[in-house]
């Protein structure tokens, strides 16, 4: 069965970089996800997709800060020089023939 | 530049229905395959149904397989969900969305604002 895991929560300074992490379960870790941001009261916005060997490419007009990465079965965005309009629900998704997943969210607070 | 526009939310009885559209401008909608994504208040994203760009495959999650129809039509570019049996736990916001998992590589993937549908008594 295809699954993302993310944690439920982040916190980072305004100004730092911060990490989120998204794991494939093990029948299907080299599979490419996307990232999509969620900000309070909005609807989704697509980031960027993210491939098994960590070449990624972002969405129209998403901005240098966000970058993705992967190890294994992790798919990873980061986001550097924290705004305060980055605090957000951020969400993981992946693709296999007949099903499309949404991991659970990562709700990050910018200190 | 690219739009995607819900309409069709609205206040619903348990076990009745509503067509939800998606009318989508600024990019060729038949070339891309389309998701419906919904959000029940306070929690996260589920994905509930998948049509390719020429109709030919159709594809449901078990919570709604049965009671939720996907359609699209390619000459008014618009994108349909006719939600029928509805039941308290369906209350969400309803998205429509481009799907990543058959895009171009580079392609950027574009959502709608979202459309409420609210069962209640």
């Known amino acids: 069965q295809l699954v993302l895991t993310q944690s439920p929560s982040a916190s980072a300074s305004l100004g730092a970089s911060v990490k989120f992490t998204c794991t494939l379960d093990s029948g299907h870790n080299n599979y490419a996800i996307a990232w999509h941001q969620q900000q309070p009261e909005k609807g989704p916005r697509y980031l960027m997709k993210?491939?098994?060997?960590?070449?990624?490419t972002k969405g129209d007009g998403i901005p240098d800060r966000f970058s993705g990465a992967s190890s294994g079965a992790e798919r990873y965005l980061i986001i550097s020089s924290l705004q305060s309009d980055d605090e957000a629900d951020y969400y993981c998704q992946t693709w296999d023939t007949g099903v499309r997943v949404f991991g659970g969210g990562t709700k990050l607070t910018v200190l | 530049e690219v739009q995607l526009v819900e309409s069709g939310g609205g206040l619903v009885q348990p076990g009745g229905s509503l067509t939800l559209s998606c009318a989508a401008s600024?990019?060729?909608?038949?070339?891309?395959?389309m998701i419906w994504v919904r959000q029940a208040p306070g929690k996260g994203l589920e994905w509930i149904s998948y049509i390719s760009s020429d109709s030919g495959f159709k594809y449901y999650a078990d919570s709604v397989k049965g009671r939720f129809t996907i359609s699209r039509d390619n000459a008014k570019n618009s994108l349909y969900l006719q939600v029928n049996s509805l039941r308290d736990e369906d209350t969400a916001v309803y998205y429509c969305?481009?799907?990543?998992?058959?895009?171009?590589?580079?392609?950027?993937?574009?959502w709608g604002q979202g459309t409420l549908v609210s069962v209640s008594s």
């Open positions: 993210v491939n098994f060997d960590g070449s990624h």
């Open positions: 969305a481009t799907d990543p998992g058959s895009s171009n590589w580079y392609d950027s993937e574009h």
């Open positions: 600024g990019f060729t909608f038949s070339h891309n395959s």
